[in-house]
């Protein structure tokens, strides 16, 4: 369509441009996303350990401040270049549109290691396509972005001619004639894009699963990372060295299957524990639940502490204080018995493996952090066959992480023997000062023992005072007998739970 204009007047009510605002020359961006100076750093900070190439970098920190920032802020799309505008956002605008992105986007933010790999992950699940698409588009893409260019040249002369053409009418024939080439430029734009959407959209359904599979390998992706850090992070490392001790134990984990499958378990149970902590009453922090009186300066109500502000009211304040008469919130707070330590054995023979193993290690280890919590020594005695048996002590203070993935890491794969732990956890109370401790044993049952070392056996636990509490990974073997309920005070059956993660509740 061609464009003619005859009077400075029309040019000046023409829908086609904006004279209302002086003119600001456009800012073609190759970023959707317009974050913080605090983002930027935390991007920079959490991609290092990467090696990350720059041209993978606009789109990754897209993608990572999409599902970090604690705000999501979105260029406009006429700030866009072509690239972004057309090709990218397909795969990255479409993404706020799904029901998932927001539970990847709640796993991720304000966790900047979880939403790296969540970026990461996806950004690899959708750049084949994307090169794919970009070649498809590029021939009219590259005129499209020669276009704009010229576009944004003959706008600025325009406003230029504009303003000397109110003062100088000579200038008005310049003004009319480049008036034709930005409205046919913008004409010719409108067409070209349109073309390219149309490529893209033929192309729509493809990208949909492109996206959908992309997702999914994102929360799976986010989900182990936030784990990783959870279950063996080092929160005393600084940011820079405690991203590439995260990277490093994200490889250590996926190049361990069983190792992967303890960091996932074990990463919801810790993620229950700190629900359950929260919902708790914690020490001088009470549930307020009545008015009384005394002189507890921390629960005093505002009223009484009101007194204390002017001259006049003090001495009634001082009077009261003393006669123990301010009044006060009582706060009901949960009384804390003395725990003992606690000794889990640990079942590791060969018909174990697999899930059972898993998840039997997550919930020793679940254990331990409960431990560590509440200030108590922790054994695990890991056994196997007769005389097969590792133990590794975790007193407060006195381990690392990397003591815990070592542990998490070890399995005998053997035969199993009950008299060999039995006497391991025997003597940690008797030689370690493992004072009043509770022994969790965690097994399949395929064992037996003979009545004599039974009685033998019942009569040491029973001197030593100490508390055996039985759980039975019988989920494939409903009702099979337990050699060792005898010697337990409780006995915890796999299959009779409807979720055996509740089994955290009990212990």
Not at 113 to 142: H, I, K, T
């Amino acid at each position: 369509m061609k464009y003619r204009f005859f009077s400075l007047d029309q040019v000046l009510h023409s829908p086609l441009f904006d004279f209302s605002k002086p003119y600001q020359p456009p800012k073609r961006m190759d970023r959707s996303t317009r974050p913080t100076r605090l983002g930027d750093m935390d991007f920079a900070k959490t991609s290092e350990p990467y090696y990350l190439e720059d041209d993978v970098k606009p789109l990754l920190a897209d993608l990572f401040h999409l599902l970090f920032a604690q705000e999501l802020r979105l260029t406009r799309t006429d700030e866009r270049d072509v690239y972004v505008r057309l090709v990218q956002s397909a795969f990255v605008d479409d993404l706020l549109k799904r029901d998932d992105f927001l539970q990847l986007r709640n796993l991720c933010k304000g966790n900047a290691f979880a939403a790296m790999e969540a970026a990461r992950a996806y950004q690899q699940a959708v750049e084949s396509d994307m090169l794919d698409c970009a070649e498809e588009a590029e021939p009219l893409a590259s005129v499209l972005t020669r276009l704009e260019r010229r576009h944004d040249a003959t706008d600025a002369k325009l406003h230029d001619l504009v303003q000397q053409a109110q003062t100088d009418p000579a200038q008005t024939p310049a003004v009319l004639q480049a008036a034709s080439e930005v409205a046919s430029n913008a004409e010719q734009i409108r067409v070209v894009t349109g073309m390219i959407q149309a490529k893209m959209q033929k192309r729509s359904a493809e990208i949909a699963q492109v996206i959908f599979n992309a997702v999914r390998c994102s929360l799976d992706a986010a989900v182990l990372a936030k784990c990783v850090a959870q279950c063996w992070g080092d929160e005393r490392q600084s940011a820079p060295q405690q991203a590439e001790h995260n990277q490093a134990l994200l490889d250590r984990v996926r190049n361990n299957p069983m190792l992967q499958g303890i960091t996932r378990q074990l990463g919801r149970m810790k993620e229950m524990l700190s629900d359950l902590r929260k919902n708790d009453y914690s020490y001088g922090r009470g549930e307020k639940y009545t008015v009384t009186r005394g002189r507890d300066m921390k629960n005093l109500l505002s009223g009484e502490l009101a007194l204390m502000a002017s001259p006049a009211t003090m001495p009634l304040f001082l009077r009261k204080y003393h006669a123990k008469g301010l009044l006060q919130y009582a706060k009901r707070e949960r009384v804390h018995k003395g725990y003992g330590d606690v000794i889990v054995c640990l079942d590791e023979s060969g018909s174990t493996e697999g899930e059972n193993a898993e998840w039997g290690k997550a919930l020793a280890l679940a254990v331990q952090d409960i431990c560590a919590h509440e200030g108590r020594k922790f054994a695990l005695v890991h056994f196997s066959g007769k005389g097969q048996f590792r133990t590794d002590l975790f007193l407060p203070g006195q381990y690392s992480s990397q003591d815990l993935l070592s542990a998490a890491e070890h399995f005998f794969d053997g035969g199993t023997d009950f008299e060999t732990p039995i006497r391991e956890a025997l003597r940690l109370i008797t030689e370690e000062a493992f004072e009043n401790a509770d022994i969790l044993f965690i097994t399949d049952g395929e064992d037996s023992i003979s009545n004599e070392l039974a009685s033998e056996l019942q009569e040491a636990i029973q001197g030593a005072r100490c508390a055996v509490v039985g759980l039975l990974l019988d989920a494939d073997s409903p009702g099979m007998e337990f050699v060792l309920e005898k010697f337990c005070e409780r006995v915890y059956r796999v299959s009779e739970m409807y979720d055996k993660d509740d089994i955290l509740t009990h212990l």
